[in-house]
C-alpha cells in the first residue's frame, strides 16, 4: 500500500533555513506527480511546490526562489529545501502523489499526514 510520511518540521525564526523530507514507500512503476502541499490556519490548502512525471519543477508565487522541491530516487524520497523563510510561511506542510500525463498531473490522490512549521518575526 502506498504510505507517505512527512519529517522535518519545527519552528525557526524568520530568514532561517528548513528542509523537508516525505518518505515514500509501496510505490509501484511510475511515472508519478509528487507535490507539497501547505495549509494555513482558516487558510485553504494550496499547492506550493510539484514535480512533475516529466521532472519538471513548478512553484508557487509566494515561494518561488525561496524553496526547491526534488526527489532522491535511491531513498525513496521527497525533498522541500526552504529558506529565506517567513512568518507568512507557518503552516501545516503535506507531501502528495499523483498519477501522471507525462507534464500534467491527474489529482493528487495519496498524502501524508502533515508536518508543522512555525515562523517567527
Known amino acids: 500500500q502506498v504510505q507517505l510520511m512527512e519529517s522535518g518540521g519545527g519552528s525557526v525564526q524568520a530568514g532561517r533555513s528548513l528542509r523537508l523530507s516525505c518518505a515514500l514507500s509501496g510505490l509501484a512503476a511510475g511515472p508519478y506527480c509528487m507535490a507539497w502541499f501547505r495549509q494555513a490556519p482558516g487558510k485553504e490548502r494550496e499547492r506550493i511546490a510539484q514535480?512533475?512525471?516529466?521532472?519538471?519543477?513548478t512553484y508557487a508565487d509566494a515561494v518561488n526562489l525561496r524553496f526547491r522541491i526534488s526527489r532522491d530516487r535511491e531513498r525513496n524520497t521527497l525533498l522541500l529545501e526552504m529558506t529565506d523563510l517567513k512568518p507568512e510561511d507557518t503552516a501545516m506542510y503535506y507531501c502528495?502523489?499523483?498519477?501522471?500525463?507525462?507534464?500534467?498531473?491527474?489529482?493528487?490522490?495519496?498524502w501524508g499526514r502533515g508536518t508543522r512549521i512555525t515562523v517567527s518575526p
Open positions: 514535480i512533475s512525471g516529466d521532472d519538471i519543477n
Open positions: 502528495a502523489l499523483a498519477h501522471s500525463g507525462g507534464y500534467y498531473c491527474l489529482g493528487y490522490s495519496y
